[in-house]
């Protein structure tokens, strides 16, 4: 059987591995966009207070893969599938398409950035991929050269910004964190955990500003600024306002998408030679799990059922979240 996976983290990888435990035969075939390896991402919010970090989030060379007789392509992005020929075809002029039998969409998440944004995007940094965290640690890198720290802003109060601004705060920069809503991590936290958080952050040198209508940006030489009632310059801005489900592909393809690619519970898309797994996947009651647990879950699960030893639908397991934020503990569980 030929196995095509579309994605490198922990989704695809986790898979493909596990698919290769039930079947040495079977032709896996991994196919992703990036060069540096299977990586952390839970891991890059963390990227400024570990100097080895571009090294230690590696949990994997691709190489390493290829020797458990799993076929990375890296470096390549699919451009469309042909779900009649079962056919996908990439973005290298050199590759004929590529046939499968079964397909894998496990193509992840981009940051979100809200429309009203997305004019000043030369402006700001996100922070999705290591490729961001190397373009933010080189940016720092250069500044701190001056003999000063950055000054940054971020925009966005949910779990990410949350955990960056700790880091870069702990890291000895002056951060301002902008957020919309009147505390933060409103969707995963309580009301008491949330202050405790503000109580943390303020105490790590984060300027939290709370009920902020953040109308644009702008550049004032080398300084770029965020316009709320008031104008205020910072070297650089990280926008962390949540992911959207990569679907692009399986817009393509006329595959059924919501938020995120729509799947049955056994994670098998409106075409069932493909099937989806990871944040992109959208379950029947509207829910994409965005977290590791479930994710490696739901990876595990769908190669015993491609391989014939699961039968039952998926079913999420019991699972928790926290937050990578120095010196804080959530006293309730997380809304997840």
């Known amino acids: 059987?030929?196995?095509?996976?579309?994605?490198?983290?922990?989704?695809?990888?986790?898979?493909?591995?596990?698919?290769?435990?039930?079947?040495?035969?079977?032709?896996?075939?991994?196919?992703?966009?990036?060069?540096?390896?299977?990586?952390?991402r839970p891991l890059l919010?963390?990227?400024?207070?570990?100097?080895?970090?571009?090294?230690?989030?590696?949990?994997?060379?691709?190489?390493?893969?290829?020797?458990?007789n799993i076929n990375v392509i890296s470096g390549v992005k699919i451009t469309a599938i042909n779900r009649t020929d079962k056919t996908v075809t990439s973005s290298s002029q050199d590759d004929s398409p590529l046939?499968?039998?079964k397909l894998i969409l496990a193509t992840g998440s981009a940051a979100f950035i809200?429309?009203?944004?997305?004019?000043?995007?030369?402006?700001?940094?996100?922070?999705?991929?290591?490729?961001?965290?190397?373009?933010?640690?080189?940016?720092?890198?250069?500044?701190?050269?001056?003999?000063?720290?950055?000054?940054w802003a971020i925009i966005g109060g949910g779990l990410i910004g949350c955990e960056v601004a700790s880091d870069l705060a702990v890291s000895g920069d002056p951060v301002t964190l902008f957020h919309a809503m009147d505390r933060l991590m409103e969707r995963q936290l309580v009301t008491e955990d949330?202050?405790?958080?503000?109580?943390?952050?303020?105490?790590?040198g984060v300027k939290v500003l709370l009920n902020q209508n953040v109308k644009g940006f702008s550049k004032q030489e080398n300084k770029v600024c965020v316009d709320t009632n008031v104008t205020i310059e910072f070297d650089a801005l990280i926008v962390s306002c949540g992911f959207k489900p990569r679907t692009?592909?399986?817009?393509?393809?006329?595959?059924?998408?919501?938020?995120?690619i729509k799947v049955n519970q056994s994670m098998q898309t409106s075409d069932e030679s493909i099937y989806a797994l990871g944040d992109v996947a959208e379950f029947p009651n509207g829910k994409l799990y965005a977290f590791i647990l479930p994710i490696r879950n739901q990876a595990h699960w769908l190669a015993g059922f491609i391989a014939g030893q699961e039968s039952a639908n998926w079913t999420p397991p019991v699972f928790t979240t926290k937050a990578k934020v120095h010196g804080f503990e959530a006293a309730h569980p997380y809304n997840v």
């Open 114 to 151: 809200p429309p009203l944004f997305r004019p000043y995007n030369e402006l700001f940094f996100c922070l999705n991929s290591l490729t961001d965290l190397k373009a933010l640690r080189k940016f720092r890198s250069e500044i701190t050269r001056q003999n000063r720290p950055p000054a």
């Open 194 to 204: 949330s202050a405790l958080l503000l109580e943390v952050l303020q105490k790590s």
């Open 99 to 101: 046939h499968y039998d």
């Open 45 to 68: 919010s963390r990227g400024f207070s570990k100097d080895d970090i571009e090294q230690t989030i590696i949990l994997k060379t691709f190489d390493k893969l290829r020797a458990n």
């Open 248 to 260: 692009e592909l399986a817009e393509l393809a006329n595959l059924e998408v919501g938020r995120g």
């Open 1 to 40: 059987m030929r196995i095509i996976i579309i994605g490198s983290g922990i989704a695809g990888v986790s898979f493909a591995e596990k698919c290769r435990s039930y079947s040495t035969d079977d032709e896996i075939t991994l196919i992703t966009g990036e060069n540096s390896g299977y990586y952390s």
